[in-house]
């Protein structure tokens, strides 16, 4: 190949060796550069040979980095590595080069069938010699993301994981793992690593004279560690470096030395080396294989980080794809990236701060010496300029900006499972596109859509592809209604080529895998947990095979407590017939058989447990106790045919089921061999669900808590009453609970307390912050004393009274017409009139101008304003002495402007406020907004500011829209 702009003598010394480091702008730029100067004829690349088949794909469009190749085994997907790339990779760079200038590029790595198969053989437990020509093949020469060049390391032991992550097993030899770049750094003086390198190669652009004298000096550096170190501890690094020299033999007999070689730079040392083919061939003999596949697969930037544990990893993956694809002045354009973000979270920050960071960045990285200010410099700015000094934002800055939520794309013709393909086509019908950044998803099922979208998550969850996460629902707790949180990640496209053994498509794979895991379940948990699951799948051709488990495992179960466990998942699932569309008639049967049987053996089964089983078991009877309620409640039927007639009726002999219960937690809260913590629970659920009444419930307690009591055990009844929520509540609004408990507690000897305060602090922790200072409250002016009033106890603490303000509770009633947009306001009974400028009074129904029309509008128009006193009264109102809100009045929706209070002589008599308020001439103009003064009224001179009292605060307050 010849070409006249051809750097001159870029092939003098033989092949043209490229070392890098992965996912480094700097280097991606140098090689750009270097591949445009020397023009080679062929480009070998580090990476498995087996995906020189993809190549072609990464120029469609369609392929949008980051990306990776994946790896699996054909009989054992789990088994799989990947290889990342980034648009700022180098190896990505130079496949796109490649590619837009028609020349030849291939992976010269170790196959992928030698990584899988080596690292099966590892994980099985072989024992690998050391030595060359039997050493473990694909190590990796990378200490983590420090080492420039890190390269693919094969035989990870776990699916999903990085090839580059993999690590030797313990070294025989005396040799010790080197870190290139530490090394280089302490050389240079430097003691941080990760910033040498930064200054040194990222933070510089291509050289203008000479596009290769960077990656001479790397050459250089790395030959004199690897003369120094060896292989530096990684001895697999041995056999794969004698496979890329095979291979770029074999390149240099098709095209001479015009090729170029894009590599880690440590393994740029080694391939220049001169060796036999005999011996390199020698290191390859007898390596395992298997068979493999490979694709494309999405892959983000937040896997590319260190902080995900990829040990080629870099720090800042958002920061290095900044530094690439800005054309000039990094830092004011990353600075920016920031002010956007904040603004976005409602941060104040302006384009003053933005000037003012950037000048501070340039200035902190001359202080420190560098050539241009970094992302620590740009860290410090942002937190003292942007920031006020605060970490917080910084948060923010780092996740959606330094390490990023971008999430490649791969196109359709890129080879994938049959299972991948009709997810793809799912995902696209439902218009669900997977995303790296996680996000709600609210789901009503009672739409075509969402219910699709939620069988789809539920049977990929049954697969084990854990894209969403189901959530508690926001203000619903209807059946129709799910929320999940969705967040894709790479490794789930290892899952889905994993759940392929199970079928070609979401449904028949979900399916399949439903009823072996029925048949495989161990507990009867594990089979009620599988059928909701089904349920919730839409997999109704799994359900028989789920349900024929189901019985069998109920009929010869006889633990209570693997009963009760069970009870609650088969319940739950009753409910989604009529929303779902699905018939769970089968399941009422056995759901009362079993509650049936929970009933007969729980009893017997509460006698003489200790603390943790008892706690255990209290769990199980909440269950139970909501199961129950559930069961009772649910149509006849539970299909989606049973009718609207079956909906209106509960299901046929399940009627009986909460009286039987009841019974039961009554026989619970009577039977001194039953735990305290049991017994207490019983009563409060009795109670709860009006079957025990306040008295009875608490003489129980003085029962409990009496002398005779020892006081662990009275702690643990307690516990079991007021524990959990909802208890606190309970003694709030009960105060001779409360003071049963309090006496009992004042009465516990020293020698007892220490026992049980461990106990009753975890009770009380438990209650929010408000229901605990309340109940300090009452505890410290004394329960059971509030009907006495303040006159027992002088001074009413605040927040409480002897009885409830009606006055201050009606004052809310008009905002909260206004914040429900009810238009007809609540009958009031009609106030006494408002003195009216000088003693005159507002006029009534008879004495209103007869201009006005029905409605109660004046005649100047639809101002609403009367004939002659310029008062603005509510339109669509004849009375107006009734204390209603005039809308658009402040002083009626504003309660910070103080305004009339109508129907309240006193706010106008000098006897009952202050007299600067009532004289007009004194009054504080700033404390209110008076009517505009009528010039033509003479009997009001000075207006009507008399009407305009200042009231107090509270007195505003309680006002407010009257």
């Keep these: 190949m010849t070409d006249d702009s051809r750097w001159p003598k870029a092939h003098g010394s033989g092949p043209l060796l490229l070392g890098v480091r992965h996912h480094g702008p700097g280097s991606a730029r140098a090689v750009r550069g270097a591949l445009d100067a020397a023009r080679p004829a062929a480009v070998l ?62 992976f010269i790595d170790l196959p992928a069938a030698h990584t899988l198969a080596w690292g099966e053989r590892k994980k099985e437990g072989e024992e690998v010699s050391a030595e060359p020509g039997s050493s473990e093949p694909g190590s990796s020469a990378a200490p983590g993301p420090a080492e420039p060049g890190s390269s693919v390391a094969p035989g990870p032991a776990e699916p999903g994981a990085d090839p580059r992550d993999a690590e030797d097993a313990p070294d025989t030899g005396e040799q010790v793992r080197v870190d290139p770049l530490a090394v280089l750094a302490e050389a240079a003086g430097h003691d941080d690593p990760e910033r040498w390198w930064e200054d040194v190669v990222e933070h510089r652009g291509p050289g203008e004279r000479d596009p290769f004298a960077s990656f001479a000096a790397l050459e250089e550096a790395m030959g004199a560690l690897r003369e120094r170190y060896g292989a530096g501890g990684h001895h697999r690094d041995l056999v794969r470096e004698a496979h890329m020299r095979l291979r770029l033999r074999a390149a240099r007999k098709e095209f001479g030395d015009e090729v170029a070689v894009v590599c880690g730079a440590w393994h740029v040392p080694a391939l220049r080396e001169k060796t036999t083919v005999t011996a390199d061939r020698a290191l390859l003999k007898g390596l395992p294989k298997v068979k493999t596949d490979l694709t494309w697969v999405p892959w983000t930037h937040r896997r590319l980080a260190r902080s995900s544990g990829y040990g080629a990893g870099i720090d800042s993956p958002g920061w290095y794809g900044h530094l690439f694809h800005a054309p000039d002045r990094p830092v004011e354009r990353w600075l920016t990236k920031v002010a956007r973000l904040l603004r976005e979270e409602d941060r104040i920050v302006s384009s003053a701060h933005v000037i003012e960071a950037v000048r501070l960045a340039e200035t902190l990285a001359a202080l420190r010496g560098r050539p241009l200010p970094g992302l620590s410099e740009t860290v410090d700015a942002v937190r003292a300029v942007m920031g006020d000094g605060s970490d917080v934002p910084l948060a923010l800055v780092h996740d959606r900006l330094v390490v990023g939520d971008v999430l490649g794309e791969v196109p359709e013709s890129a080879p994938a499972v049959p299972l991948q393909r009709d997810l793809t086509r799912s995902q696209r019908s439902l218009r669900l596109k997977p995303e790296a950044l996680e996000r709600e998803l609210e789901l009503d099922l009672r739409g075509d859509t969402d219910v699709g979208r939620s069988r789809l998550l539920h049977r990929l969850r049954l697969l084990g592809v854990d894209w969403g996460e189901p959530a508690r629902s926001r203000g619903s707790t209807g059946t129709f209604r799910e929320t999940w949180r969705l967040r894709w990640e790479p490794e789930l496209s290892v899952r889905v080529a994993e759940a392929g053994v199970w079928g070609t498509t979401v449904l028949a794979a979900a399916q399949a895998k439903a009823e072996a895991d029925a048949t495989a379940a161990r507990t009867l948990a594990d089979v009620t947990a599988l059928a909701e699951q089904c349920l919730l799948a839409g997999l109704p051709d799994a359900l028989p095979v789920v349900m024929r488990v189901l019985a069998d495992r109920a009929a010869l179960d006889t633990d209570v407590g693997h009963l009760a466990q069970a009870l609650p998942a088969l319940v739950r699932s009753l409910r989604y017939g009529d929303v779902r569309g699905t018939d769970t008639g089968a399941l009422a049967g056995v759901a009362a058989g079993l509650a049936g049987r929970v009933f007969v053996g729980l009893p017997p089964a509460c006698a003489a447990l200790d603390t943790d089983a008892a706690k255990e078991m209290r769990g199980h009877v909440d269950a139970v106790h909501t199961a129950v309620a559930l069961l009772t409640e649910t149509p006849a039927g539970g299909g989606a045919g049973a009718g609207a007639a079956a909906s209106a009726a509960p299901a046929a002999g399940h009627g009986d089921l909460r009286d039987r219960w009841r019974a039961v937690l009554r026989t619970l809260s009577l039977r001194d061999s039953v735990p305290g913590v049991l017994r207490g629970r019983a009563v409060r659920l009795l109670l709860d669900d009006g079957e025990l009444g306040p008295a009875e419930a608490a003489r129980l307690m003085g029962l409990a808590l009496s002398p005779g009591t020892a006081p662990a055990d009275a702690a643990a009844w307690i516990e079991g009453f007021v524990g959990g929520g909802g208890g606190g509540l309970l003694l709030v609004h009960d105060e001779r609970l409360l003071g049963l408990v309090d006496g009992w507690l004042t009465g516990v000897p020293a020698e007892a307390f220490t026992d049980v305060l461990p106990l009753l602090r975890r009770t009380f922790a438990a209650y929010g912050p408000g229901v605990r200072r309340t109940l300090g409250e009452l505890v410290r002016r004394g329960p059971g004393d509030r009907a006495a009033g303040p006159a027992s ?58 201009g006005q029309d029905g409605q109660g509008r004046g005649g100047q128009g639809q101002g609403g304003q009367e004939q002659g006193d310029g008062e603005q009264w509510p339109s669509g109102r004849g009375d107006p002495t009734r204390r209603d809100p005039v809308p658009g009045h402040p002083t009626q929706l504003d309660p910070t402007r103080r305004g009339p209070v109508q129907g309240d002589p006193t706010q106008c008599d000098p006897t009952q406020c202050d007299p600067t308020q009532c004289d007009p001439t004194q009054r504080d103009p700033t404390r209110g907004d008076p009517v505009p003064d009528d010039p033509n009224d003479p009997d009001d001179p000075v207006g009507r500011g008399a009407a305009w009292c200042g009231t107090t605060d509270d007195n505003d307050l309680a006002e407010v829209g009257t």
């Design 45 to 106: 690349i580090e990476g498995p040979p087996e995906a020189d088949a993809l190549v072609p794909s990464a120029a469609d469009p369609d392929l949008r980095p980051p990306v990776a190749l994946l790896a699996h085994a054909v009989d054992e997907p789990g088994r799989s590595a990947f290889w990342p790339f980034a648009e700022f990779s180098p190896e990505w760079v130079a496949i796109r080069w490649a590619l837009e200038h028609d020349v030849p590029a291939h």
């Design 793 to 850: 106890h002088g001074a009413v603490t605040p927040g409480f009274a002897a009885e409830q303000d009606i006055r201050r509770a009606d004052a809310v009633l008009p905002v909260l017409r206004l914040l429900l947009g009810l238009e007809d306001p609540l009958p009031r009974e009609p106030a006494a009139p408002v003195p009216f400028g000088r003693g005159r009074s507002r006029p009534g129904p008879a004495e209103r101008d007869p």
